[in-house]
C-alpha cells in the first residue's frame, strides 16, 4: 500500500525566508506527483504536477523537485509572504494496479509571520 | 466561473437521514473524483468516473454511499442512513486525461455535519 509523509507537520516562518517541505512515499512505481495548497475551510488548490519522467517543475516563486529512486520529493518556496500561509499536501498517482486514485500526505501547516 | 462547482457547501443532517451532494467539473474533463477528508488528514479517494462509466471504487464507499454521473458532466455522491462517522469534507474534483494524467483540480467541498 503506498503511503505519503509530510514532514514537518507544522513550519512557521518569518516573512522574507525561503523554505522546503518535504514529502516521502513508499513506492517509486509512481504515474506522477502532485502538490496542493489548502486554506482553512476551503478545497485544494493544485500548484505544480510532475510527471515520473520529469526532475522538477517550475511556477513563480514555488519550484518542485522529484526523486523516484529515494522516493522523496521537495516543494521550494522563495522569498516567503503571509498570503503563503496555509496547509500544503502531496500527493502522488500510483501506477501499479491500474488505479488512478491520489494518495495523499497529511500536509504541513506553514504560517509566515510578517 | 470556470471552475469545479460543488453544492450546497455545507449540509447538517440528523443520523439516519439521507443526504445527496451535487459536483459539476470543468466542461471539457473527462474524470471526475469524489474524495473524503477529516480535520488534521489529507484527503482520502472514495471513487472516480471516466465520462459515464464509474471506474474505480474504494472500500472506504460502503453500500450506502452510492455515485452517479448519468450523462457523463455533473455527479452526486448519496448517502443513506447517515452516521456521525460520515462527518467530513466531501470534495470533488475533475481532471483532462489524454495519454497522460492532467492535474486535478478541486471544488470548495461540501462539509458534513451529522448530529
Known amino acids: 500500500k503506498q503511503e505519503v509523509t509530510q514532514i514537518p507537520a507544522a513550519l512557521s516562518v518569518p516573512e522574507g525566508e525561503n523554505l522546503v517541505l518535504n514529502c516521502s512515499f513508499t513506492d517509486s512505481a509512481i504515474y506522477n506527483l502532485q502538490w496542493f495548497r489548502q486554506d482553512p475551510g476551503k478545497g485544494l488548490t493544485s500548484l505544480l504536477l510532475i510527471q515520473s519522467s520529469q526532475r522538477e517543475q517550475t511556477s513563480g516563486r514555488l519550484n518542485a523537485s522529484l526523486d523516484k529512486s529515494s522516493g522523496r520529493s521537495t516543494l521550494y518556496i522563495a522569498a516567503s509572504q503571509p498570503g503563503d500561509s496555509a496547509t500544503y499536501l502531496c500527493a502522488v498517482i500510483y501506477s501499479g494496479a491500474g488505479s488512478y486514485q491520489l494518495t495523499f500526505g497529511k500536509g504541513t501547516k506553514l504560517s509566515v509571520i510578517p | 466561473d470556470t471552475g469545479v462547482s460543488q453544492n450546497p457547501r455545507h449540509k447538517i443532517t440528523k443520523r439516519g437521514q439521507n443526504v445527496t451532494f451535487r459536483c459539476d467539473p470543468i466542461?471539457?474533463?473527462?474524470?471526475l473524483y469524489w474524495y473524503r477528508q477529516t480535520l488534521g488528514q489529507g484527503p482520502e479517494f472514495l471513487t472516480y468516473?471516466?465520462?459515464?462509466?464509474?471506474?474505480?471504487k474504494s472500500r472506504l464507499l460502503s453500500d450506502r454511499f452510492s455515485a452517479e454521473r448519468p450523462k457523463g458532466s455533473f455527479s452526486t455522491l448519496e448517502i443513506q442512513r447517515t452516521e456521525q462517522g460520515d462527518s467530513a469534507m466531501y470534495l470533488c474534483a475533475s481532471s483532462l486525461v489524454k495519454g497522460s494524467h492532467s492535474p486535478l483540480h478541486f471544488g470548495n467541498g461540501t462539509r458534513l455535519t451529522v448530529t
Open positions: 466542461s471539457e474533463h473527462n474524470r
Open positions: 468516473f471516466q465520462n459515464e462509466a464509474q471506474l474505480e
